[in-house]
């Protein structure tokens, strides 16, 4: 069971991140979710695609998957009906996954970079992408 969740571990955000989300109201159904099994500790479960796991309990984060994490970050930023960030990712020196957007003149010329993380994993590089974009009111659910 540890191998599994290891593996997992690699392929989901962390739960920080995943509760981060959460508080900025983020409830999009996710395959994985993480669950406290005693105070402190939490592990990965299957979810399926239930929206609703313990009724409303704050014993849950979804655990976005990197594929999830995808498909919920834009390809494109926009702003009066004008592109003003394109989406790239790339891997890179120390830190494994670098996501930026990058500030465009019509969606075409890249003049400088909006916005970068970078992170050990490709997920968690996502969802602290996602997690800006939220904050920053850049998207909205």
Same mark, same amino acid.
């Given at each position: 069971m540890q191998l599994i969740q290891d593996i997992l571990k690699k392929q989901v955000c962390n739960q920080e991140l !995943?509760? =981060? @989300? &959460?508080?900025?109201? %983020? =409830? $999009?159904?996710? @395959?994985? &979710?993480w669950s406290q099994v005693e105070l402190g500790e939490w592990e990965?479960?299957? !979810?399926g695609y239930t929206t609703e796991i313990n009724g409303e309990s704050v014993s849950y984060y979804h655990a976005y998957t990197t594929a999830e994490l995808g498909e919920m970050l834009p390809s494109y930023l $926009?702003? &009066? %009906?004008?592109?003003? #960030?394109? @989406?790239?990712? +790339?891997?890179? #020196?120390?830190?494994?996954?670098?996501?930026?957007? %990058?500030?465009?003149? @019509? #969606?075409?010329?890249i003049i400088d970079v909006l916005? =970068?993380?970078? +992170?050990?994993s490709e997920a968690d590089a996502r969802a602290e992408m996602r997690i800006y974009l939220l904050e920053n009111k850049l998207i909205t659910l």
């Amino acid at each position: 069971m540890q191998l599994i969740q290891d593996i997992l571990k690699k392929q989901v955000c962390n739960q920080e991140l !995943a509760e =981060r @989300l &959460y508080e900025l109201g %983020d =409830r $999009t159904p996710s @395959l994985f &979710y993480w669950s406290q099994v005693e105070l402190g500790e939490w592990e990965i479960k299957f !979810a399926g695609y239930t929206t609703e796991i313990n009724g409303e309990s704050v014993s849950y984060y979804h655990a976005y998957t990197t594929a999830e994490l995808g498909e919920m970050l834009p390809s494109y930023l $926009t702003k &009066y %009906d004008l592109v003003i #960030g394109k @989406l790239l990712k +790339s891997v890179s #020196g120390e830190w494994e996954w670098e996501i930026s957007y %990058d500030e465009c003149l @019509l #969606g075409v010329e890249i003049i400088d970079v909006l916005h =970068r993380v970078c +992170s050990k994993s490709e997920a968690d590089a996502r969802a602290e992408m996602r997690i800006y974009l939220l904050e920053n009111k850049l998207i909205t659910l």
